[in-house]
């Protein structure tokens, strides 16, 4: 692997042949990664609604600078002059908040204590964000911070001026939290912040346990009436403190360049497990820790090489590839005797067996999970087997976890998440069974607290054929469009396990969709009770009986049969003008449903593609639909555009929500040719690869090799492909025959090929 790391860094950065010149200019995958892109982002305009977060892949904590005031969902922007602390965060996005937060803050000044008085400025010219690493220079304190992460636990390192009023700020975070000192090095704490979707005993503990003994002490759980440097205690005297909202500082008297590290770790089981998870740092040192997380990445990133593209594009691969690898994150910790247990925030036990969370399915199905399956499968099966404990201790599959069931979005998409698993073989045997029941339970039930888990309006859309718009259910038509793809998701699963009464059943639910088809306007309507249609329809209008878009966006969500849906159009010709409309379509809007223009809608204006969102997920697809009505060049020169303009590895280089993985992966997967436009089937469609080389390193030791000679923006048509050596005439290639091992020969050119792919399969 490494050999062929360096050439690629040889083409990259050098241009040249020579090996002395490669030996040299080795560049690793992690080193492409910026943890910035998407990071220039507000309420009004997302362009990744991210942050910075350094982690391993799927890690239990995750760490930020944190610019916004404790409990804004902006934990970090671009835009931001100062740093209040360095968080331990497990937010997925700003929408859903965080849970179990907390942060560290190295500081120099008697006055500084609270999150205004210790904020310091800095700038991102001292910055390195790096996923393995985030190291920035504090002006105000003179200070240097760097942080880097094990799964559960980090090493913070502070480089110190001349100060006897040294110290480091703990801010517990208000609303139920405690703080208090265990040696002269160890301080322990808990904080219970959280942002719902979690049992009445949630607890996150935290240890953090310093490199040098602490001089003094000052703490109090009310620091709205404490003044900074008025209660300086011995650490012999110090007691703890618990209430609303602790914080502790805990001085230092440093020389000038003097390096103090503070091991931190915690745990949502006990203080005890804390202790325990600390072990993934303690005594490792600062530099050790590095090492190993950048080696980490190495490997999860180093599983998909790619060369010849410009260092903008590499750069803009390999953030969204470590995107891709965030979420969702283990929730589960090893115990005394080396058993997996989690903390369940669904019934406020500790369980044995694997836990993830933070992931919202509504997004997350379309391509982050196939992404998974192909590349990661084994992280995937640890996943399924958390799904299945989820259903044990919830009775239901999670649509949005963080960490518990959220009220968020549409769907019943955990049936596809579920479904794609098994069947490609990645869900554990022991848990087929119940996962097969959770998904039949899931389609016919509500959760008594979160309506969005489970399917809501379930009992109309199994007799109607659909959720209709004037029963008091907001988004009916997206419910019914994405209940038709479950259902199509479950019957899939059923045929593979020989229940064929239950696949036939499914089957024909799973064509509901038609019921909502308007043959007047060609495309996905809301209906009433009684079967009339929506009145007053407007194509253009966002919400209502959609999610987050309009009926141009979402008449596309029949994933399982493009070919049904073109049927309905009128025939492929019609199919294929309809897509051309969505980019011809100018990019008006109606925006009453919301009574203002969503973000999600200034994405879509701002793109310059029409009425084309691709900054949120229900469009996502909807480009590599043109390989099914016979004009697959307009897939080909779509996909490349999208990832030209709307992606970058700039820090405003996503075109909306990045949601946890989905739209990152959208262009791992684009950007190697291929796209899984209706996961829990085998098939992938083709678009145009974005690199002249590509390399997937299978878990299973097969490597999929993909070359794309003669490619540029200009030749990003394909002209021709080989499948193992044979042409491949279709625009389908198939997950179980790339999993055998594969080899794509692209040919590209600069005309768009209107004789290749006229047939879908
Ligand atoms: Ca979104």
């Known amino acids: 692997m490494k050999g062929l ?98 942060s560290i803050m190295p500081v120099r000044g008697v006055a500084c204590f609270d999150e205004e008085s210790r904020k310091s400025w800095f700038s991102h010219q001292s910055e390195e964000a790096r996923p393995y690493v985030y190291s920035v220079y504090f002006a105000d304190h003179d200070i240097f911070a760097e942080m880097t992460p094990t799964e559960r636990a980090a090493v913070m390192r502070f480089t110190f001026p001349e100060s006897k009023e040294s110290g480091v700020v703990i801010d517990a975070f208000d609303r139920g939290s405690m703080l208090k000192l265990v040696d002269d090095r160890t301080v322990v704490g808990y904080t219970t912040r959280n942002s719902g979707g979690v049992p009445e005993n949630f607890k996150n503990w935290f240890v953090v346990r310093f490199s040098s003994p602490v001089s003094a002490v000052e703490m109090t759980a009310s620091p709205a009436k404490y003044k900074a440097g008025s209660m300086c205690l011995k650490p012999e005297a110090v007691k703890m403190v618990e209430g609303d909202h602790a914080i502790m500082k805990v001085h230092f008297a440093t020389t000038r360049g003097e390096k103090i590290e503070a091991e931190v770790a915690s745990s949502f089981i006990s203080e005890e497990q804390a202790f325990r998870n600390l072990k993934e740092v303690e005594g490792r040192g600062f530099d050790a820790v590095k090492a190993a997380a950048q080696q980490r990445w190495d490997e999860v990133l180093g ?87 989820t259903y044990r201790e919830s009775g239901f599959l999670p649509e949005w976890a963080s960490p518990g069931h959220r009220g968020c979005m549409v769907g019943n998409n955990s049936a596809s998440i579920v ?55 907001n988004e009916s038509a997206a419910r019914t469009l994405e209940y038709a793809y479950d259902d199509w998701c479950i019957a899939q699963t059923a045929q593979h396990l020989g229940k064929s009464d239950d696949a036939a059943r499914l089957m ?37 009986v959609f999610t987050e878009g309009n009926a141009w966006h979402y008449s596309w969500s029949v994933f399982h049969s493009p070919e049904g849906l073109a049927e309905l159009m009128g025939g492929r010709e019609t199919f294929a003008h309809m897509l051309d409309s969505v980019f011809v379509a100018p990019p008006i809007y109606d925006d009453s449903y919301y009574g203002f223009r969503i973000h999600e809608i200034v994405e879509m204006q701002v793109a310059n593609m029409g009425n084309y969102a691709h ?86 030791g097969q490597t999929v090799e993909i070359s794309a000679r003669d490619n540029s923006d200009e030749n990003r048509y394909v002209g021709a492909l080989k499948f193992n050596g044979k042409n491949h005439d279709t625009n389908i290639i198939l997950h179980s025959e790339l999993t055998k091992g594969a080899h794509l020969d692209f040919e590209m050119q600069d005309t768009p090929d209107k004789t290749r792919g006229l047939e879908t399969r």
């Open 419 to 473: 479904a794609d698993a098994i069947l490609k073989g990645i869900t554990p045997k022991e848990d087929i069974e119940l996962l097969y029941e959770a998904m039949l339970h899931g389609r016919e039930a509500v959760h008594p607290e979160v309506s969005s888990t489970g399917r809501l309006g379930h009992q109309y859309y199994n007799t109607l054929g659909y959720v209709p718009m004037n029963v008091g259910i």
């Open 615 to 700: 900054g949120n997920q229900p469009a996502q697809h909807m480009i590599y639909l043109y390989d099914y009505c016979g004009q697959p060049w307009k897939a080909q020169w779509w996909t490349r555009e999208v990832m030209k303009r709307l992606y970058s590895p700039k820090p405003d280089g996503y075109c909306g929500d990045e949601d946890n993985g989905q739209t990152s992966a959208w262009y791992v997967f684009s950007s190697l040719g291929f796209y899984p436009v209706c996961p829990a089937s085998d098939e992938y469609a083709l678009g145009s690869p974005l690199f002249r080389k590509a390399k997937i390193h299978l878990e299973n």
């Open 5 to 102: 790391i360096i050439s690629f860094a040889m083409f990259l950065m050098c241009g040249c042949c020579s090996t002395e010149c490669a030996v040299e200019k080795d560049v690793r995958p992690s080193a492409y990664v910026t943890t910035l892109v998407g990071t220039l982002s507000d309420y009004n305009l997302s362009t990744g609604n991210t942050y910075p977060a350094v982690a391993l892949p799927w890690g239990m904590n995750f760490w930020t600078p944190q610019t916004g005031k404790m409990g804004d969902g902006w934990a970090y922007t671009y835009a931001s002059h100062t740093i209040r602390g360095l968080k331990q965060t497990h937010q997925p996005s700003p929408w859903i908040n965080d849970y179990g937060q907390f």
């Open 303 to 389: 599983r998909i090489e790619v060369e010849g593209g410009s260092e903008e594009e590499m750069r803009t691969f390999y953030s969204c590839l470590y995107r891709s690898t965030l979420f969702p994150r283990k929730f589960y910790e090893v115990d005394a005797e080396g058993e997996i247990v989690h903390y369940s925030p669904y019934n406020g036990k500790v369980e044995k067996g694997y836990m993830y969370t933070d992931s919202g399915f509504w997004d997350t199905f379309r391509c982050l999970f196939p992404l998974l399956n192909l590349v990661y499968p084994s992280v995937n099966t640890e996943i399924q087997a958390a799904l299945a404990n």
């Open 508 to 544: 024909k639910a799973s064509e509901n969709y038609k019921n909502l088809f308007d043959k007047e306007s060609r495309l996905m309507r809301g209906r009433n009770e009684d079967g009339t249609f929506e009145k007053n329809f407007s194509p253009y209008k966002w919400g209502g």
